[in-house]
């Protein structure tokens, strides 16, 4: 069974433009239009990290290792890439690689 976290849901349900499974099933990484990525425990429907892009996000992608994120976010004329780096640490949110 999935868990929603309804607050959640309906505030950004028709906002998220992309999501990907780990390869194991146990996260789920989605984008949205709201310029964030989140990081989400998969069936407790969590969500463990956000990360502001700062651009709309079109799509995002998981490394099967679960340590970087990439997406592709902006305008769709000049989209851009952002490559984020997964720590698992406790409340902690995502970081753009520099």
Excluded: F
Aim: some cysteine.
């Amino acid at each position: 069974m999935i868990v929603i976290d309804e607050d959640y849901y309906d505030a950004c349900w028709l906002q998220v433009t992309s999501c990907v499974w780990s390869t194991d099933g146990e996260l789920v990484v989605s984008g949205s239009v709201d310029c964030t990525i989140r990081v989400w425990r998969a069936l407790a429907g969590i969500a463990l990290a956000v990360c502001d892009t700062g651009l709309p996000v079109q799509r995002v992608l998981l490394a099967d290792n679960k340590q970087t994120i990439v997406a592709l976010g902006g305008d769709v004329m000049e989209p851009k890439l952002v490559m984020l780096n997964v720590t698992r640490t406790r409340h902690a949110d995502l970081q753009p690689k520099r």
